[in-house]
C-alpha cells in the first residue's frame, strides 16, 4: 500500500525498499545528557514514594544530586546574540491569537540547528539543571522556591532559542509555571483545547517528521488485512481529527481484484463543524475512488455512549491514535466495554512511549527525557527560524507538556485512565496480531523520505530515525529513543456470529 495523505487519488511514488540503520553509538548531547539525569533520578528515588516522609526523602535525594550537577552561575544570553531575519508567518494561519501572547522571535538566519546551537550547549544544559532543581521543589510543595526558579528559567529561556535545550526549557518552565499557579490555588486546569489551531498545527507536523504518516500507513495496512476479501466493512475511529489517513486507505481498498467494499465510518470527535467537514470531504473522495460509503460523526467521547451499531455482516475494525493533546476517548473502562460489544476484528493502536502515571517527579523525569528527543528530531529537520516549527512545538509539544505536568496529570478530569492500553488489552482478552512484513517495508520506505538536511548526520543512525520491529509491534524513535509504537489487536469474539 502506498503512502499519500492528501485528499486526492493521486499519492506520493515510492520505489525500492532501503533499510533503516539501527542505532549503535550516540544521540545528542541534550538527549544523552538528560538520559543520564534522569537515570539517576529514577535510581535514587525512594521505593516508596507514597509516604509523607518519603516524598521528602525523595526530594532530598534529587536535590544533592543536583547540587553536584548544577554549575555556579547560568549564562544569560544577550539579544543580540542571534543575528538574522524577522519571522514571516504563513498566509494559511487560521489562529494568530496561538501567538499573541508569546515573546516575539529574535532575529535569525536559516542555519544547521546543531552549528548554531554548538556553543549555546552548555548554557542549555545548565537550564535544564535549574529546571531539575524547581521540579523537585514544585514535587515537595516548595511553591515559593519553584516560583523563583522559574522567574530566572522565563527570563533566561525562549522557545525561538536556537539551542534545542533552550526551546525545551523554555516549553516545561511554562508548562510548570500553569502548574504551580494551579497548586497554589488549589484548582486544576481543565483539559481545554483549541481544535482549530490543533489541527493546523498537526498537518505541518505531517509533513514535517514521519511519525505521523508512520502511525496511519501502518494502521492502514493491518486494517487492509483484516478486510481482505470482505464486502462490508465498518471503521470507527476513536478520535478522526482531519481524518488524514482514510483517503489512502480508500485508494488502495477501490484496487482490489474483486472491487471495493461497502465501507461505513463511525468518527469520534471534539469539533461538531470539523466533524461534519472531514465527513464531506472524505464522502467526495469516496465517491471519486467508486467506494459506497456512509459516515457517522458523533460529537462525543468514544467512553461516553453506551453502543454503536453494527451489523451481523459486516467487518469491525477500530483505530486509535493516541496522544496528549485533549482527552480524546473519555473513561478507558467504560471504552474497553465498548470494544468488546462492537467486537472488532482488528484494533490499531498507535501509543506514545511515555508512562503518565506515578508521581509529579515520576511523570517530569519522564516527559523531559522523552520531549527532549521529540524536540532534537524536530530541529534535525527543520531551521532554526522555520515557523512551521515553532507552531508544532507551540500549538502540540507545549500543549501535551502542559497537560502531563499539570495537576493530576492527564487524567485530572476524574476519569479513569490506563497507563498501558497494551497490556490491558491482553489482560482483558484481545489477541495481539503481527505486524506484517509488508507493514515493516512500508514504514521502512517512509522513514527514507525524511533526510537529514539540517541535523549532524555524523552517526550510526542513518537520517537519525529508528525502526524496529519486535513482539509484533513496530517503533519508531529517534537515535536510541522509542517515541511512537503502533500494534494490532483482535477481540476474541471477532470470528463468531
Known amino acids: 500500500m502506498q503512502p499519500q495523505e492528501e485528499l486526492n487519488p493521486a499519492g506520493d511514488g515510492f520505489s525500492g525498499v532501503s533499510s533503516v540503520k539501527n542505532p549503535a553509538e550516540r544521540s545528542t548531547e541534550l538527549s544523552r545528557w538528560v538520559e543520564h539525569v534522569t537515570k539517576q533520578l529514577i535510581e535514587d528515588l525512594p521505593e516508596n514514594e507514597n509516604h509523607l516522609t518519603g516524598a521528602y526523602d525523595e526530594g532530598a535525594a534529587v536535590a544533592a544530586l543536583l547540587s553536584e550537577l548544577r554549575p555556579r552561575k547560568i549564562p544569560r544570553n544577550s539579544p543580540d546574540d542571534t543575528p538574522g531575519s524577522h519571522h514571516h508567518w504563513s498566509t494559511t494561519t487560521n489562529n494568530l491569537d496561538e501567538f499573541q501572547n508569546a515573546k516575539r522571535p529574535p532575529t535569525t538566519t536559516t542555519k544547521p540547528p546543531d552549528a548554531a546551537a554548538a556553543n549555546d550547549e552548555p548554557a542549555g544544559l ?114 478522526i481529527m482531519q481524518g488524514l489517513q482514510w483517503p489512502a486507505l480508500f485508494h488502495i481498498l477501490s484496487t482490489r481484484p474483486e472491487g471495493p467494499p461497502h465501507v461505513r465510518m463511525t468518527a469520534f470527535g471534539p469539533d461538531p463543524d470539523l466533524l461534519s467537514e472531514t465527513g464531506r470531504q472524505l464522502s467526495v473522495f469516496a465517491k471519486r475512488v467508486g467506494i459506497r460509503f456512509d459516515f457517522r460523526p458523533i460529537n462525543k467521547k468514544c467512553g461516553e455512549i453506551e453502543d454503536i451499531p453494527t451489523y451481523s455482516n459486516e467487518t469491525v475494525a477500530v483505530h486509535w491514535m493516541q496522544h496528549s493533546l485533549y482527552d480524546a476517548a473519555g473513561p478507558d473502562r467504560r471504552l474497553m466495554g465498548l470494544l468488546h460489544r462492537v467486537r472488532p476484528r482488528v484494533v490499531t493502536l498507535v501509543e ?11 511523570r517530569f523525569v519522564v516527559s523531559l527525557h522523552y520531549y527532549s ?86 552517526n550510526n543512525y542513518g537520517n537519525g530515525y529508528s525502526l524496529v520491529q519486535g513482539d509484533g509491534i513496530l517503533r519508531l524513535g529517534w537515535k536510541d529513543t522509542s517515541l511512537y509504537t503502533v500494534s494490532a489487536w483482535t477481540s476474541p469474539n471477532s470470528f463468531k456470529s
Open 126 to 239: 545548565n537550564l535544564i539543571t535549574l529546571l531539575l532543581e524547581c521540579a523537585v521543589a514544585v514535587s515537595v510543595d516548595n511553591l515559593g522556591e519553584a516560583r523563583r526558579m522559574l522567574l530566572e528559567l522565563t527570563e533566561i529561556a525562549s522557545p525561538y532559542s536556537a539551542s534545542c535545550a533552550e526551546r525545551v526549557v523554555a516549553y516545561f518552565a511554562k508548562a510548570m509555571s500553569s502548574r504551580v499557579i494551579n497548586s497554589w490555588i488549589g484548582v486544576s486546569a481543565p483539559l481545554v483545547h483549541n481544535t482549530t489551531a490543533i489541527f493546523s498545527a498537526f498537518q505541518i507536523y505531517n509533513n514535517l517528521s514521519p511519525f505521523v504518516k508512520f502511525s496511519h500507513f501502518t494502521s492502514n495496512q493491518a486494517i487492509l488485512e483484516a478486510f481482505h476479501r470482505q464486502t462490508r466493512v465498518h471503521i470507527i475511529d476513536i478520535d
Open 352 to 362: 506514545q512511549e511515555i508512562a503518565h502515571g506515578g508521581s509529579f517527579l515520576d
Open 373 to 458: 528527543t521529540m524536540f532534537d528530531s524536530i530541529g534535525s529537520f527543520s531551521p532554526v527560524d522555520d515557523p512551521g516549527r515553532y507552531r508544532v512545538e507551540q500549538c502540540l509539544m507545549h500543549r501535551e507538556i502542559n497537560n502531563v505536568l499539570a495537576v493530576g496529570g492527564p487524567a485530572r478530569s476524574g476519569e479513569d485512565k490506563y497507563r498501558h492500553w497494551r497490556s490491558e488489552l491482553s489482560r482483558n482478552g484481545f489477541s495481539q496480531i503481527p505486524m506484517s512484513s509488508n507493514s515493516m517495508a512500508q514504514a521502512q520506505l517512509i522513514v527514507n523520505m525524511f533526510p537529514n538536511n539540517y541535523g549532524n548526520n555524523n
